[in-house]
């Protein structure tokens, strides 16, 4: 099978946990007698660099041509002080319009290696395996009108949370048949007290959850889920929200596994599915060579998983990050009882190293 693959390493440690990510696509490609073709391409601040410009139109036809996008991670202070339009998240929102990702998986499980590198007790975030379904291509980052301008001599800014019937149907259907193949829970989460757009999303998932009457449909209000993700994350399956607050409840939740160095996320929708790690480009150690890259080497088994339907291969990358993780071996990022803290191409090395022997 030929496989073409679009890597965009990025910003900051970006380049560092796509180098690792690749070795094992490299290797599982060849094993299963994948055709692997990948093209580096520049994206964000990197593009920003050489370009002028967060995200080439060449670069966006070569990832709609694409089986698969790995992306890194775009942003940094370099950039915080170009205009709003050249900045390197610019090229990650157009992305996933462009791309039509509209739906946004970001597995949380707490893996027993590591239930004593989390902030909460052991007994807490026993049984935790959660899978955030995010709406990726709507609400306030997309909204229209948006921008900062001056009314009545007094600088304003504006951002309109607007969804549709329809962007809630598609996103909601995804989360439903999401959990028919768990244990057929989903939450989904609004601000219905308060928020127009909530109340549609509200009603909206309930029609819809009609239709899925082996999966038991619960409704939860954005701040008691910050919450209850604290106090009893394990009674979550599949979480099903909206674009700003599936961002910010993933990153509480990723804290339940130890790091957020941990979290792989897939972005799937009408064309080409982007694959990418949940933390940013963490500049502040990029180059260091002590980036986690488990959570990039976690996305290339969602790649395998969902662009080129190869459970084997996922499950493959996922037995071998277990058995590093019970061999003793970490990161920087999560060092508290680590038999040995590896470098990121130490704990690359440790991933190929097991995933040879799966």
């Known amino acids: 099978m030929e496989k073409n693959i679009v890597l965009l390493p990025g910003d900051g440690i970006g380049a560092e946990v796509t180098r690792e990510a690749r070795k094992i696509l490299e290797y599982l490609a060849e094993r299963y007698h994948f055709d692997l073709k990948i093209r580096v391409l520049p994206v964000g601040g990197a593009s920003i660099d050489a370009h002028g410009v967060p995200l080439l139109d060449e670069v966006l036809h070569s990832c709609r041509q694409?089986?698969?996008?790995?992306?890194?991670?775009?942003?940094?202070?370099?950039?915080?002080?170009?205009?709003?339009?050249?900045?390197?998240?610019?090229?990650?929102l157009a992305l996933r319009k462009e791309l039509g990702l509209y739906n946004n998986l970001r597995p949380v499980r707490v893996l027993p290696p590591l239930r004593d590198a989390s902030p909460l007790r052991p007994e807490v975030i026993e049984g935790v395996d959660l899978l955030v379904v995010r709406e990726l291509t709507g609400?306030?980052?997309?909204?229209?009108?948006?921008?900062?301008s001056v009314e009545n001599g007094q600088e304003t800014g504006v951002d309109t949370l607007r969804y549709s019937a329809p962007e809630i149907e598609r996103i909601a259907i995804a989360a439903f048949?999401?959990?028919?193949?768990?244990?057929?829970?989903?939450?989904?989460?609004?601000k219905?007290?308060?928020?127009?757009?909530?109340?549609?999303?509200?009603?909206?998932?309930?029609?819809?959850?009609?239709?899925?009457?082996?999966?038991?449909?619960?409704?939860?209000?954005?701040?008691?889920?910050?919450?209850?993700?604290?106090?009893?994350?394990?009674q979550f399956d599949v979480i099903l929200t909206e674009n700003m607050f599936g961002d910010i409840l993933s990153d509480?939740?990723?804290?339940?596994?130890?790091?957020?160095?941990?979290?792989?996320?897939?972005?799937?929708?009408?064309?080409?599915?982007?694959?990418?790690?949940v933390h940013g480009s963490a500049p502040d150690i990029a180059g260091k060579d002590m980036a986690n890259p488990l959570a990039a080497i976690a996305s290339v088994a969602l790649?395998?998983?969902?662009?080129?339907?190869?459970?084997?291969?996922?499950?493959d990358i996922e037995a071998a990050i277990l058995r590093v993780l019970e061999q003793g071996y970490r990161c920087a990022d999560m060092s508290r009882q680590a038999r040995q803290v590896l470098s990121t191409r130490e704990m690359g090395d440790a991933v190929l190293k097991n995933t040879e022997t799966c």
């Open 252 to 277: 509480e939740a990723a804290m339940l596994t130890g790091s957020i160095g941990m979290l792989p996320s897939a972005s799937l929708g009408d064309g080409t599915a982007m694959y990418e790690p």
């Open 303 to 315: 790649m395998f998983r969902y662009s080129f339907g190869h459970e084997q291969a996922a499950a």
């Open 177 to 190: 048949r999401a959990a028919r193949q768990r244990r057929q829970i989903v939450t989904s989460v609004d």
């Open 66 to 92: 694409a089986d698969a996008v790995l992306l890194g991670a775009v942003g940094g202070p370099k950039w915080d002080n170009h205009p709003p339009e050249i900045r390197p998240e610019k090229a990650l």
């Open 192 to 234: 219905a007290n308060i928020l127009a757009s909530s109340q549609l999303w509200r009603k909206t998932v309930s029609r819809i959850g009609a239709d899925y009457p082996d999966v038991e449909l619960r409704h939860m209000l954005v701040d008691n889920c910050a919450m209850q993700l604290i106090r009893d994350p394990a």
């Open 139 to 148: 609400g306030l980052y997309f909204g229209q009108p948006k921008g900062i």
